[in-house]
Nanobody, 123 residues
């Protein structure tokens, strides 16, 4: 069982990145997917979530209107499209899978975690 994030990198303010979260060893379609981030010296925080049904996506207030979460169950992959990035978005981004299928903001509600991908927003 594995989740692997990719797509992070260095981008200028106002730029965009698309993060991917590829699952192996289990069927991602049965799981809710959460994206979390952790900046240096700060606690891990929830960014977005998509339930197993694909509807009723959720976003943190800080990213609403800029980030879009999606999933492609046929590819066993979830995505986080990040637009209009700001320096305060700089963090390690993690994807996580929750077997109950519904979204939760608590870290402890998720069964599987990726190792994270670094996103740095700087000029």
């Amino acid at each position: 069982v594995q989740l692997v994030e990719s797509g992070g990198g260095l981008v200028q303010p106002g730029g965009s990145l698309r993060l991917s979260c590829a699952a192996s060893g289990f069927t991602l379609g049965y799981y809710a997917i959460g994206w979390f981030r952790q900046a240096p010296g700060k606690e891990r925080e929830g960014v977005s979530c998509i339930p197993s049904t694909g509807g009723s996506t959720e976003y943190a207030d800080s990213v609403k209107g800029r980030f879009t979460i999606s999933r492609d169950n046929a590819k066993n992959t979830a995505y986080l499209q990040m637009n209009n990035l700001k320096p305060e978005d700089t963090a390690v981004y993690y994807c996580a899978a929750r077997g109950m299928g519904t979204c939760r903001w608590s870290n402890t509600a998720y069964d599987y975690w990726g190792v994270g991908t670094q996103v740095t927003v700087s000029s």
